[in-house]
């Protein structure tokens, strides 16, 4: 609830609409809006390849916007990633400590500086996208090597490879600050 009293006002208010990123973000969707299967886009400097930026939040802002419109979509997607940037943070702390306090890691995550400066001043949506996707699949991979659960391979699986379509970057560095002390934890 408290995601949805912070950050939802200032989402429906359009505020990231004069961030950095988002015309960007906006652009790439209304491409895929228009040429879903079309890699080549001849709108920016006489052409150039969409598939050279990894294309999945774009694409959910222009499955999106086909009801909502291109800025509402965006909206949308953004809040979407800060509610699985809440629910991921729970679910990542409570490998780590126990329930309560985990609750308490969530909850600090709506008000996390970082997020803000990402999804207000920069525009960030690919690395907001990322971030959770990939927080969300750390635990089943915990589970799939302390347990060999192979649900949880394959959920995590998922999970990487949609985080990895989101922003390749965040996946490569988050790898070293994330899975290598979850890994550490499971021995």
Same mark, same amino acid.
């Given at each position: ?10 989402? *429906? ?16 969707? #209304? ?21 050279t930026y ?12 086909? $009801? *909502? ?10 809040? &979407?990633? $800060? ?5 991921? %943070?729970?679910?990542? #702390?409570?490998?780590?400590v126990?329930?309560?306090? &985990? ?5 600090? #995550? $709506?008000?996390?500086? #970082?997020? +803000? ?23 089943? *991979?915990?589970?799939? %090597? ?5 649900? +949880? ?8 490879? &949609? ?25």
């Open positions: 609830m408290t995601a949805f009293a912070v950050h939802l006002p200032l989402l *429906l208010m359009k505020l990231p609409l004069k961030s950095y990123d988002t015309n960007f973000h906006i652009f790439f969707a #209304s491409h895929y809006l228009h040429s879903w299967f079309d890699p080549w886009n001849p709108k920016w400097y006489a052409g150039f390849s969409q598939m990894p294309p999945l939040p774009q694409q959910w802002v222009a499955l999106l916007s086909r $009801i *909502l419109g291109l800025d509402m979509a965006y909206m949308a997607v953004q809040f &979407a990633a $800060i509610l699985l940037l809440a629910l991921g %943070v729970y679910r990542f #702390s409570l490998l780590w126990n329930a309560r306090a &985990a609750s308490f890691a969530a909850l600090a #995550s $709506i008000f996390l500086g #970082s997020e +803000s400066f990402l999804v207000y001043s920069a525009g960030q949506l690919s690395t907001t996208s990322a971030a959770p996707l990939y927080l969300n699949a750390l635990p089943y *991979l915990f589970e799939w %090597v302390r347990h060999g659960k192979w649900r +949880s391979f394959l959920k995590g699986a998922v999970l990487f490879t &949609a985080a990895a379509a989101a922003h390749h970057a965040t996946l490569l560095f988050g790898s070293m600050f994330f899975a290598v002390p979850v890994l550490a934890l499971v021995l």
